[in-house]
């Protein structure tokens, strides 16, 4: 082996890690870049969460209290039994 085949297999080797320096400077550089967008991501869930609880600890207080309930639902069933004598009355014919 000639001295310019070694110096160009030297160059040709150099050049090869000088580029695989890079591809590995990169990657690592883009996996960290998103490990800080999946942060940014668990600190709008954790909002989100606590904003869902907020809503649901809301909803749980406005809730009728179930003696509200019940009176609806009979006041239901007795203004289908108004309009049932009401339809009732309307029809012609015997009683």
């Not at 590995?24 to 967008?37: C, H, N, Q």
Request: aromatic content about 6%.
């Amino acid at each position: 082996m000639s001295i310019p085949d070694f110096l160009v297999m030297v160059a040709a080797f150099t050049a090869g890690l000088s580029v695989l320096f890079l591809v590995i400077a990169g990657g690592i550089k883009w996996v960290g870049g998103s490990r800080t967008g999946v942060g940014e991501l668990r600190e709008e869930v954790e909002l989100l969460r606590g904003e869902v609880e907020r809503l649901r600890s809301g909803v749980e207080q406005s809730a009728y209290p179930p003696e509200l309930d019940d009176t609806q639902s009979r006041l239901d069933f007795a203004e289908r039994l108004l309009a049932q004598l009401k339809t009732r009355e309307g029809l012609p014919g015997p009683r």
